[in-house]
């Protein structure tokens, strides 16, 4: 086969392969200009993206009002991972 032929279970077909299941939902949420500014600049004010601040306020909400869910996955942990403690600084530095 040339490097420009497609390989795989569908490809005499000529049809994609069957996307995986998402581990995460998506939602198309419409929101007030006003509203979505001031929800990124808290977002910002976070660190966070303004998805997972409303990810964060949503959980929040839920578990509040008892209302989680036991089997909910903890919120995705992002960025650069936490500093490790260095064994060859001198102490108090």
């Known amino acids: 086969m040339s490097a420009d ?6 490809a005499e077909s000529g049809r994609a392969p069957a996307r995986q299941p998402q581990r995460r939902k998506q939602v198309l ?10 929800l990124t600049r808290w977002a ?18 839920l578990s509040e009002a008892g209302r989680l ?11 650069r991972p936490p500093k490790q403690p260095r064994d060859d600084r001198p102490p108090g530095a």
């Open 5 to 10: 032929t497609p390989e795989g279970p569908d």
């Open 29 to 38: 949420l419409r929101l007030d200009p006003s509203i979505h500014d001031a």
């Open 44 to 61: 910002d004010d976070e660190l966070r993206s303004a998805n997972a601040q409303i990810e964060f306020l949503l959980r929040k909400a």
């Open 69 to 79: 869910p036991r089997g909910a996955g903890a919120i995705p942990r992002r960025g």
